[in-house]
């Protein structure tokens, strides 16, 4: 089997705004106000794709699936806008051979193998490409003359390509007693290499960040699903299924040198502290912070009393802050871990507070039939 897919994807904005409208007039009377400045903007990208597929079985017992698909995608320069996902897959229905045929026990079995790659393209247009613009502000005078200038806005990338994943699978279906029994077992390996990240550069580079295909992520685990028909007479039914997964991560690599990933979070006033960090060899969504150690206890402090009769109390030099200055922190306030032990809680000791990754997942559910009505 083979095909052909073609797609293209347009987005435009296009605005009016103005201010000292007619009170009377509202946003009829846009016109009749000062106009602003609005910037329009349009996009395209296109992605056409080649697919094919062979699928063959021999005697219901071995089957053979093979597929291989190009994808081509406007995202990537030229020279990168291919990419080539082969994949394939073998089963062995065991239960169809002459040892098992007769069983009582064993009603349905089953070998699964499969190996696959898949492609993503999931940024911008034209990340690729530097982007320019001519904001308002950035004019030159030349001659005596006011002369708008354009401004880098956005570094590109020539060399992005293809983010790949590249995942193995091996799994066993097993019936038993006429599928009173269902049991289904499989493990898996992923990995995607290149990943399509938005990059901290340096600051010389005079950006931010760019587009840049660094670094690869590795995910396996196990999956078991369980499913038993309890009771199966003509007028009631009773099936119950139930399932747990168990799934690890590890990133792998960064770029060059690059021995974490810290992820920002927003608090108040758009105020931004490291929320996430990834590093490498060590799980993916561990959370970063201060490490919480309650409050501060009247023991932390030596206390004297002032001019006014008030008792003050002071931090003792041995107790560390936590951010605060020394002399403003009390009785209650929060109390974290000084991780470096000089005696100041700062940026230096954050450290891995946490995971966001459950050790497994899993559920279980009951299904009943009573004539036909569920």
């Given amino acids: 089997m083979g095909g052909f897919t073609l797609q293209k994807t347009k987005t435009w904005y296009y605005g009016q705004a103005a201010n000292q409208l007619s009170d009377s007039l509202g946003l009829a009377g846009l016109d009749k106000g000062v106009q602003l400045r609005v910037d329009p903007s349009t996009s395209v990208s296109t992605m056409a794709s080649f697919l094919s597929r062979v699928n063959y079985t021999l005697a219901s017992k071995y089957i053979l699936t093979a597929s291989f698909r190009a994808d081509g995608s406007s995202k990537f320069p030229p020279e990168n806008h291919w990419g080539y996902f082969p994949s394939g897959a073998v089963a062995w229905n065991f239960s169809q051979e002459n040892f098992l045929k007769n069983s009582k026990s064993i009603s349905d079995g089953k070998l699964r193998f499969s190996y696959g790659q898949t492609g993503n393209n999931r940024i911008g247009d034209f990340d690729y490409l530097t982007r320019y613009f001519n904001p308002i502000g950035n004019s030159y005078v030349v001659n005596n003359q006011y002369v708008q200038g354009i401004v880098p806005t956005r570094l590109g990338n020539s060399d992005l390509k293809w983010e790949t994943t590249e995942q193995i699978n091996a799994g066993i279906d097993l019936g038993f007693f006429k599928q009173r029994i269902m049991l289904t077992i499989d493990v898996y390996k992923k990995t995607t290499r290149d990943l399509l990240l938005n990059t901290p550069l340096p600051t010389s580079v005079g950006f931010n960040t760019a587009q840049k295909n660094i670094g690869s992520v590795q995910n396996k685990g196990l999956e078991v699903t369980l499913t038993t028909q309890n009771i199966n007479t003509k007028d009631f039914t009773w099936t119950t ?29 758009n105020v931004t502290y490291p929320g996430y960090i990834a590093k490498v060899g060590e799980p993916l969504g561990q959370m970063y912070g201060f490490q919480w150690l309650g409050t501060y206890k009247y023991d932390d402090f030596n206390t004297s009393v002032n001019s006014s009769g008030a008792t003050v109390y002071t931090l003792k030099p041995e107790i560390a802050t936590n951010g605060n200055v020394r002399a403003n922190i009390k009785p209650g306030d929060i109390k974290y871990k000084d991780i470096n032990g000089d005696g100041i809680v700062n940026a230096k000791d954050y450290t891995v507070i946490g995971n966001g990754l459950p050790i ?10 009573y004539k036909g009505l569920i």
Avoid at 248 to 268: F, I
């Fill in 360 to 369: 497994h997942t899993g559920g279980i559910s009951n299904n009943f039939t």
């Fill in 241 to 269: 299924s139930a399932n747990i997964s168990f799934n690890s991560n590890k990133l792998l690599a960064l770029a060059e040198g690059q021995t974490d990933l810290q992820t920002a979070v927003a608090w108040d006033n």
